[in-house]
């Protein structure tokens, strides 16, 4: 059973940057593929991206490409989702969530920390 906490969110004007972070802990946390999600108000839950277990690999939606850097550090059991060029289309509740690094559903997710970006 691997258990999420999600920090680092706020309000932050558009253009401006931040950094959330993810931390695991209960299982075997390099054996996990992890992925941030996202929700805003009114909206269905979108993928932002994804790093694999190594994090050699990272995937990304086309609305956060080239502004959002997914990072994981298997030594601390973390992972940073660092988010630059702000708009206010960001504002939404951020999750990670982790899958089994050979497949699966995402099984374990995070509670969540809430991004505001004004204009």
């Known amino acids: 059973q691997v258990q999420l906490v999600e920090s680092g969110g706020g309000l932050v004007q558009a253009g401006a940057s931040l950094r959330l972070s993810c931390a695991a802990s209960?299982?075997?946390?390099?054996?996990?593929?992890m992925g941030w999600f996202r929700q805003a108000p009114g909206k269905e839950r979108e993928s932002v991206g994804t790093i694999n277990w190594s994090g050699s690999s990272t995937s990304y939606s086309d609305s956060v490409k080239g502004r959002f850097t997914i990072s994981r550090d298997n030594a601390k059991n973390t992972v940073d989702l660092q988010m630059n060029s702000l708009k206010p289309e960001d504002t939404a509740v951020y999750y990670c969530?982790?899958?089994?690094?050979?497949?699966?559903?995402?099984?374990?997710w995070g509670q969540g920390t809430q991004v505001i970006v004004s204009s």
């Open positions: 209960g299982g075997t946390f390099s054996t996990y593929t």
């Open positions: 969530a982790a899958r089994w690094m050979f497949g699966g559903s995402y099984d374990y």
